[in-house]
């Protein structure tokens, strides 16, 4: 069946550094990818998203790659900073028999930035 | 900016009772979903709402579960008799239309079922 999953449960780093975050998915036909920070006692919150037509797609410190050929997709964080403490989520556009769409979420892996 | 609301933040019920969470999408969106999230769990789909129907539905959304669009603003899921596993963060969100795919969530509303 369909799964969007996460190699790292938990990942520190030190305040500065960078991070990457990385998501493994086993549906070859999906097209759209959304990157997610959930913070405590709130909902997902959008970072990044990325259609399969390109394998790179960068914002505002962040970046996320996305490499078909072995079904996998990163966020990079760059100098991160305490705020970015929170889970991760890569969401896997699926397209449901009526035409809309749902999202197949990870598991989820949870960033600590050490001071 | 738009912001997805949801209400109430927190809801206690009994086993068997019936509760109903509050959503007010962003006023220009046309597609609604739930979705849950057991605590340390992952977030699953629950349902898909568009053109006052439900699209597209879980294995989790059985006969206990139902949703509705009662007005213009506001985007509704009853859960008829609550069960112990019902205990969650429900999360509401929504995107503008079928180009725009990007779904905003709602902060949620934890249901803590006794």
């Known amino acids: 069946g369909e799964s969007v999953g996460l190699h790292l449960p938990t990942l520190s780093v030190q305040e500065g550094d960078n991070s990457i975050i990385n998501c493994a998915y086993s549906n070859s036909a999906s097209d759209y990818f959304i990157w997610y920070k959930q913070e405590s006692g709130k909902g997902p919150q959008f970072i990044i998203d990325?259609?399969?037509?390109?394998d790179k797609r960068q914002g505002q410190r962040v970046t996320v790659l996305l490499n078909k050929t072995v079904k996998h997709l990163s966020l990079q964080i760059a100098a991160t900073q305490p705020g970015d403490s929170a889970v991760y989520f890569c969401?896997?556009?699926?397209?449901?028999?009526?035409?809309?769409?749902?999202?197949?979420f990870g598991t989820g892996t949870r960033l600590k930035v050490l001071a | 900016e738009p912001e997805v609301t949801q209400t109430p933040s927190h809801q206690v019920t009994q086993m068997g009772q019936e509760v109903i969470l509050r959503c007010v999408p962003i006023s220009n969106h046309l597609y609604f979903y739930w979705y849950r999230q057991i605590l340390g769990q992952k977030v699953e789909f629950l349902v898909s709402f568009y053109n006052n129907e439900i699209s597209e539905k879980s294995e989790i959304f059985d006969d206990q579960f139902s949703v509705e669009r009662p007005d213009g603003s506001n985007f509704t899921l009853k859960i008829r008799s609550t069960k112990l596993e019902d205990s969650a963060m429900y999360f509401c969100?929504?995107?503008?239309?079928?180009?725009?795919?990007?779904?905003?969530f709602g902060p949620g509303t934890r249901l803590l079922v006794l």
């Open positions: 969401a896997e556009k699926a397209l449901g028999v009526s035409g809309t769409y749902k999202y197949i």
């Open positions: 990325i259609r399969s037509n390109m």
């Open positions: 969100a929504s995107n503008p239309d079928r180009i725009k795919e990007t779904q905003y």
